[in-house]
């Protein structure tokens, strides 16, 4: 998503990410950049971080003598790098996640590989609760370099209608 500038007092603006219920349009699709390289050190330190004891994404010795012969970048890590990387795209302005569902790995993840992500809208609808906000529901897709698609999941989020987002209010930051 490319900043827009908005003005918060006379002659200052600030940049602003994200969309509006009223920007998301069903069939759209978003591409996030930048594309992300995974480590070896950022593995290790999640799966640990995390207290994943597989061995798979952090011993050497023992990942060779698997079917992949490496460790295999943590599956809890790319999800949340892909996660990251439609941030601005797609729940900058978010007021809440309200669901994930239908997360699938068709395919591993190597440290050295650069991942990249896409976010389609599937649908969207005004809240039923909230009349300032809408619940948007997106297929994102991650993808490593070569166009190998390792992930997919839907999300659903409820999102604030322009005017009524957190950071309309200039005054608050």
């Known amino acids: 998503m490319v900043a827009r ?3 918060v007092g006379p002659n200052r603006f600030r940049e602003d990410y994200g969309r509006y219920y009223e920007d998301f ?3 759209h699709i978003y591409e996030h950049r930048p594309g992300r390289p995974m480590t070896q050190a950022d593995n290790t330190w999640f799966t640990l971080l995390t207290m994943n004891q597989h061995p798979l994404h952090f011993d050497l010795d023992y990942a060779k003598h ?3 012969g490496k460790p295999l970048v943590n599956s809890a890590f790319t999800l949340a790098v892909v996660a990251g990387m ?19 790995l068709t395919a591993p ?10 976010s389609e809208v599937l ?4 809240s ?5 906000a809408g619940i948007v529901t997106v297929k994102t897709t991650g993808l490593k370099a070569d166009g190998t698609v390792f992930m997919t999941y839907e999300r659903s989020m409820l999102t604030p209608k322009r005017g009524h987002a957190v950071d309309d209010k200039a005054e608050l930051y």
Request: no cysteine; proline share 2%.
């Open 5 to 7: 500038m908005k003005e």
């Open 25 to 27: 349009e069903v069939g």
């Open 66 to 68: 698997s079917e992949f």
């Open 86 to 104: 439609s941030v601005s795209d797609v729940s900058q302005k978010t007021i809440a996640n309200l669901g994930w569902d239908k997360i699938r």
């Open 109 to 118: 993840v190597f440290a050295g590989d650069t991942i990249y992500a896409e």
């Open 123 to 126: 649908s969207k609808r005004e």
């Open 128 to 132: 039923k609760s909230r009349p300032t």
